[in-house]
């Protein structure tokens, strides 16, 4: 099975394998879709406790990919599956809001179609959408439309698509500016023989399509996403006999879609400081691995970090003080992998 010669090939054995083979999230062979990562905050736990027991039985993710400040939003989650993260953002965006959820497998799809009027009734609004297609074109085919979009999220989606370049630049499409991407994926820490590569069992574990971190950071920048933030990751257990040199890690990245952005960040003695304002995160709030607001405490913040928190939804929580004055690198750089960080949970 070769991703780059039939592309076609990998989609239909994806299809298989989440439509047909696999039960539930314990058929699979490593840790990764056990969500060990970033926990939920308060309001996304209370919304992950009303979501039905059959959308959860077939949770595939890796990870939490749930982002802060979502009330009133246009949401996209690719590969939506059976809908858990698509009905966790539903009570989160509230009635103003809207969730769309893509997936290709029609299995998935019907399960969340069948528990939409459930959740409608449970939160007192409806505004989900789900559509049967692709994530490497929904907006060529006019499936959503261009810019319509504040916030993205997929969860352990990415690393099962045979071109993940046209993924990302689907996103990058249908953002708004100022737009966020955040999810979760599964990564290695060098690129892959092509034995494991054209492997169909390592396919549908996310194993063979997995990207090779610094593979993933230069896709992104080239696409128009210079600047992307690691916000948890762990190293990722593998329970089956398989002979994989390469470390694996579920990683959590958010990156927006603003223009000013630079590739690195940049020391203009910038001051941010949080009004405690947002839902959940009175007193502190954990925008990435580098970067803990304190209420009311000014921190010092990169350029892009300044840009960011002026040109996105977040832009009400926070004040920022600006230098003009260039003082170099800043000495948080977004995106750094450390060769063995904190071991999976289960080991």
Known sequence: MDPKS??????EAMKEYYGKKLTNSEDLQTDACT???????????KAVREVHDDVIAKY????????????????????????RDVYICSKLVGETGKVIGIDMTQEQIDVAKEYQEYHAEKF?????????????DYVDTG???????????SNCVVNLCPDKEKVLRQAWKVLKEGGELYFSDMYCDRRLPEEIKQNKELWGEGLAGSLYVEDFKQIMRDIGFRDIRICSLRK????????????????????????TLEERCEDYGNLATYNGKMTDFAEKFEFDKNYTFIKDEPLSICQNTAETLKKSRFSEFFTITEDEEH?????????????????????
């Open 124 to 136: 007192g609004f409806a505004n989900t959408e789900f559509i049967q297609g692709y994530v490497e």
């Open 6 to 11: 039939n592309p076609e090939e990998v989609k």
């Open 236 to 259: 990722i257990k593998i329970k089956g006999s398989y002979d994989l040199k390469a470390n694996y890690y579920s990683i959590t990245v958010r990156a927006f879609k603003i223009s």
């Open 143 to 153: 499936a959503i439309e261009e810019g319509s979009v504040d916030v993205i999220i």
């Open 327 to 347: 003082q170099g690198l800043h000495p948080k750089q977004s995106f750094q992998i450390i060769r063995d960080p904190q071991p999976s949970c289960s080991s």
């Open 60 to 83: 595939y993710g890796c990870g939490n990919p749930i982002p802060e400040g979502l009330e009133g939003a246009t949401v996209l989650d690719l590969g939506s599956g059976t809908g």
């Open 35 to 45: 969500p060990l990562g970033k926990k939920f905050y308060k309001s996304a736990c």
